[in-house]
């Protein structure tokens, strides 16, 4: 943003005093949290095999967790199974179509909404900048035009699956930052590390 651009101007909203979730008051308003995605993909938009990833790239589970430490993340049902447990640190969000359903340590909802508006209280409350989609391809399918940031993992080899990120359009985002570790580092595969932001609509 430039030093002339207002909130309003850049598409961020902006939340008073009164709209924190804590109640504490401030005598300046704060960014509202930024609906981001976190994923990784090869160069087919392949990301999934089996209800799992289709490859083992070392380092690549610490940059996810560098990405969503201290942010509420939201994730659909099978996403958080295949996982198996909450992810620390981070509130989970899970959205399923069982209003019964339960898991210790998650909060369940039955629609994404429902879910991006807690994540975005929560956000609000932790004092971070942004709640996090992590999965799976049906969520990050309907979360996908709301998403205005994208931590995007791009393994940089074609493999065999069953689940493409088929609404990920390269033409809608911009680069602001690339990470490229040395092959050695990450089993031999060339991985890129990109945070991307959505062009204007």
């Known amino acids: ?39 990784a993909m090869d160069r087919n938009r392949l990301i999934g095999a089996n209800g799992a990833l289709p490859w083992h790239i070392p380092g690549e589970l610490a940059h996810f967790k560098r990405v969503t430490m201290g942010k509420p993340i939201v994730m659909g049902r099978k996403t958080f199974e295949s996982i198996g447990r909450p992810l620390p640190g981070r509130p989970n969000l899970v959205v399923t179509r069982d209003a019964r359903w339960r898991a210790e340590g998650v909060t369940a909802f039955t629609s994404l909404e429902a879910a991006l508006e807690a994540g975005r209280q929560e956000a609000i409350a932790s004092g971070v900048d942004e709640l996090v989609v992590i999965g799976g391809a049906a969520l990050c399918r309907d979360a996908m035009p709301h998403a205005e940031r994208f931590h995007l993992t791009l393994v940089d080899a074609e493999f065999e699956g069953d689940t493409w990120l088929d609404t990920f359009e390269w033409s809608r985002w911009r680069e602001v930052s690339r990470q490229s570790p040395d092959p050695e580092s990450t089993g031999g595969t060339q991985v890129h590390y990109l945070e991307l932001e959505r062009l204007e609509r």
């Open 1 to 39: 943003m430039s030093d002339g651009e207002s909130d309003h101007e850049s598409g961020r909203e902006t939340v008073g005093p009164a709209d924190r979730a804590d109640g504490a008051g401030t005598s300046a308003p704060v960014l509202a949290p930024v609906l981001s995605m976190a994923l």
